[in-house]
T-cell receptor, first 113, second 111 residues
Framework: EAGVVQSPRYKIIEKKQPVAFWCNPI?????LYWYRQNLGQGPELLIR????????DSQLPKDRFSAERLKGVDSTLKIQPAELGDSAVYLC???????????FGDGTRLSIL | GENVEQHPSTLSVQEGDSAVIKCTYS??????FPWYKQELGKRPQLIID?????GEKKDQRIAVTLNKTAKHFSLHITETQPEDSAVYFC??????????FGQGTTLQVKP
């Protein structure tokens, strides 16, 4: 079974530029999560999807971050414009349904210059 | 608000010894407690989990215990090996599925 696939693995951009991350969850998993992991810390939830509906986006900085999950499968997370403090690893995870084991992708390591 | 405290932040043991990592949670609605192992530059990997209707769960050399009254849960690794060296994260969630992670424990197993 293929795991959660994310791309790109690494992204380096200058501040104020836009950036997008892509996630393909495990086949059949209805719930998809985006987390941000700062260096030396645990992941923090940004947004959670049940199929194509965002059911928890309370931690998403909506002035510059946006996300979508078209057709309830793949998802993209966008930052526009990026700020220096956005440097982190952005992790995608999926689970069969809410409160089932979550499986993570390799993440995208974002560096802002 | 929701919070998970994890201790210790670093742990160094000799190969073959046991390692114990402890977590406490604040949200009494929490009912699912996974543990993740994360090697440098890699994804968090689920190694064991426990639900609130169970007090203990074991899988080979790893075990997790849960004390709902005290809101404590712990990870126990026996017969540690150098490949167990990594950062370990505990987490807690309620029926919402929102995982609240601890701050992580860096485990070093010395050969």
């Amino acid at each position: 079974e293929a795991g959660v696939v994310q791309s790109p693995r690494y992204k380096i951009i200058e501040k104020k530029q836009p950036v997008a991350f892509w996630c393909n969850p495990i086949s059949g998993h209805n719930t998809l999560y985006w987390y941000r992991q700062n260096l030396g810390q645990g992941p923090e939830l940004l947004i959670r999807y049940e199929n194509e509906e965002a059911v928890d986006d309370s931690q998403l900085p909506k002035d510059r971050f946006s996300a979508e999950r078209l057709k309830g499968v793949d998802s993209t997370l966008k930052i526009q414009p990026a700020e220096l403090g956005d440097s982190a690893v952005y992790l995608c995870a999926s689970s069969l349904t809410s409160n089932q084991p979550q499986h993570f992708g390799d993440g995208t390591r974002l560096s802002i210059l | 608000g929701e919070n998970v405290e994890q201790h210790p932040s670093t742990l160094s043991v000799q190969e073959g010894d046991s390692a114990v990592i402890k977590c406490t949670y604040s949200d009494s609605a929490s009912n699912y407690f996974p543990w993740y192992k994360q090697e440098l530059g890699k994804r968090p990997q689920l190694i064991i989990d426990i639900r609130s209707n169970v007090g203990e769960k074991k899988d080979q050399r790893i075990a997790v215990t849960l004390n709902k009254t005290a809101k404590h849960f712990s990870l126990h690794i026996t017969e540690t090996q150098p490949e167990d060296s990594a950062v370990y994260f505990c987490a807690a969630s309620s029926n919402t599925g929102k995982l609240i992670f601890g701050q992580g424990t860096t485990l070093q197993v010395k050969p």
